[in-house]
Structures are given as structure tokens and as C-alpha cells.
């Protein structure tokens, strides 16, 4: 068993390499013509102990087809960072899986590209760091993929998009990314389907920590948000968000006019708890304290229901704009 290789990504020099990780036998060939990114055809097996470096701009390394796992491999500078100045066909990417039925496990992933899901593909994600940049695209998906238990930092516009009809699981990631959006689902084209569960992940830091566009309908369930601007913002969307903690982040919900099911949150600090501009969200079992400004806004046109909510200690606990038509009964603790 070879271990600890190192390949340079874009060598001119390297053609063919083969692996033997137990009794596994994965061949992988190498195109070294252009930017020499490295093809994996459909193949079984396991990477592992392997170095990709990149030099400058490369195409990383792109899966298709098969029932691989990648494991234990360090991809270093393979490709540029997903940011607003580049799209995704300009930025290429650390690891692209196209139709395969991957399992992506204990890889370090740092200031490159994303690792990017595609043709219907299924995968497992797991167990991966992401730092300087490189993030998890679900771009067209197939059932039953998981992201799950992956450290994501310092990317440059989101940690892990969803923009692909679908129900992947997300869950127990922790992400804190440098600028732009920890999670985002949907896309403004007027698709619909983007249902993914996205449960147990710790998101700090974030100008949006999860953000639900046109499309996106997401189970959001026992998340922790710290620090960031906006804890998750809901906008041409529906969405169930149960069961989160919300510490010291600017705004913890900001939901649009599209209807909301907010049940059993803790809400705590910053400068607005939770802000509807219209629909009729349903708040019910939430907790709202310490907020500078508004603990629960209701603005716009908005028919709101609101059930035992408690909103103390907030600049001012309950707002109600003059448009608004909210139903708020007595068993909301309005401080």
C-alpha cells in the first residue's frame, strides 16, 4: 500500500497512478492535456492517504458514475473559491460527482473549490473539513443524499447550497463561513421541491445563517445559530422551523409573506427576535427575550396566529403594524 502520496493537480509530469488500499484496486487516469484535471470513470473502491496540490486554476477531480469511497485525502488549492465576482462554470471545483453513489469521508478540503453533486448523484458527505473556501453544492441530486457532521469555515458566499428539487438530509454540520449564507435552499427560477431536513447544525458568524429563497419548503429542526445577522431568513418560501436556539445573532427570523409553522424556539438577544412582513405565519411556543429593539414584529399586511409565545425583557415585546391583522389570543405571555 502506497501512503502519503503527493500529486501536483495540473503537472504536466504525472499521467497514471494506481492505489492499493486493502484489496481494493482503483485506477485512476490521469489527463494531464490543458489543465490536467484527473477523470475517475465509474469505479468501485477506495481513495485513500493521497495529496492533491493544485497549481493555480485546475479542474480537481471528477467522479462519474460508480460507488465510490474517498476517504482520507487532502485537496489542497484544487480550483478557486466559490464567490460573487466567479460562477460555479468559471470556479470549477475541488471534487466533482456526476451520477455516483459516493461516499465522501474524513477528506480535508482547503482553498479550493467545491465539491459539487450533480446528474442526479447520490452521496453521503461526511466527516469532511472545509476550510479557506471550499464548500458542498447539491446542484441536481438524486434520493437519499446526506450531509452530515462536516466542519465548514471561511468560505466566501455559502457554506452548503441546495439548489437541486429534493429532500437530502443536512444535519449536525457545523459552519461558519467568512461571508454570505451557511445554508441556502432553492433558486429564483420558480422550480419548486427543495425539501431538505436540516437538523442538529451549529452555524455561527453568518451574514445569513440559513436562507430559504423561491422553492424552498425545509424542515429546520434543533439548530444552534450564534452571532450572525440574520439566524435564518425565509423569503417566496415556506418553512417549518421547530425546536432552534437563537443566541446574539442581529435578527433571529425574518419571514417573508409566504406561510411559516414556528413552533417551540428560543430566542435570546440581538436586536430583533422574530419579524413577519405578511402571510399567515402560525408562532406558537416560542421564547423571545432580551432583544434591543423588537421581540415579536408583525408588519406588513400580515394575518399571523401567535399561541403561547412568551416576549420579555425586549425593547419593546410585541409590534403590530397599522395593516396588520394578527390573531393573538391571552395565552401569549407579552411581557
Do not use: K
Request: glycine share 16%.
Amino acid at each position: 500500500m502506497r501512503s502519503n502520496s503527493r500529486v501536483a493537480a495540473g503537472s504536466p509530469t504525472v499521467r497514471a497512478m494506481a492505489i492499493l488500499v486493502a484489496t481494493l484496486l482503483l485506477i485512476a487516469a490521469m489527463a494531464a492535456a490543458g489543465a490536467g484535471a484527473q477523470r475517475l470513470l465509474a469505479s468501485d473502491g477506495e481513495i485513500a492517504d493521497l495529496t492533491l496540490l493544485g497549481e493555480g486554476a485546475t479542474q480537481g477531480m471528477s467522479v462519474q458514475g460508480g460507488t465510490p469511497t474517498i476517504a482520507n485525502v487532502v485537496f489542497d488549492g484544487t480550483d478557486r473559491p466559490f464567490s460573487d465576482i466567479c460562477f460555479e462554470t468559471e470556479c470549477g471545483g475541488s471534487l466533482a460527482l456526476e451520477g455516483a453513489d459516493a461516499h465522501v469521508i474524513g477528506n480535508l478540503f482547503l482553498e479550493g473549490g467545491e465539491v459539487g453533486l450533480h446528474a442526479e448523484g447520490t452521496a453521503i458527505i461526511e466527516d469532511n473539513v472545509f476550510e479557506g473556501g471550499p464548500h458542498i453544492y447539491l446542484e441536481s441530486i438524486g434520493p437519499d443524499v446526506v450531509v452530515r457532521g462536516n466542519r465548514i469555515s471561511g468560505t466566501l458566499n455559502r457554506g452548503i447550497g441546495l439548489s437541486s428539487p429534493g429532500d437530502p438530509v443536512i444535519e449536525g454540520n457545523h459552519v461558519s463561513p467568512a461571508e454570505g449564507v451557511s445554508i441556502r435552499v432553492g433558486q429564483n427560477t420558480g422550480a419548486e421541491g427543495y425539501e431538505p431536513t436540516i437538523r442538529g447544525n451549529t452555524i455561527e458568524g453568518a451574514d445569513y445563517g440559513i436562507e430559504v429563497t423561491e422553492g424552498g419548503a425545509p424542515s429546520i429542526e434543533g439548530n444552534t445559530f450564534h452571532g450572525s445577522n440574520v439566524a435564518i431568513q425565509a423569503t417566496l418560501a415556506t418553512s417549518n422551523i421547530t425546536g432552534d436556539t437563537l443566541t446574539d445573532n442581529n435578527t433571529g427570523l425574518s419571514l417573508g409573506s409566504e406561510d411559516h409553522t414556528v413552533t417551540g424556539n428560543s430566542i435570546t438577544g440581538g436586536r430583533t427576535g422574530i419579524v413577519t412582513t405578511g402571510g399567515s405565519a402560525q408562532l406558537s411556543g416560542n421564547t423571545v427575550e432580551g432583544a434591543s429593539d423588537r421581540g415579536i414584529a408583525i408588519g406588513g399586511d400580515a394575518t399571523a396566529l401567535l399561541r403561547d409565545n412568551r416576549a420579555c425583557g425586549n425593547g419593546e415585546n410585541l409590534w403590530v403594524a397599522d395593516a396588520a391583522n394578527p390573531d393573538i389570543d391571552d395565552s401569549n405571555e407579552i411581557c
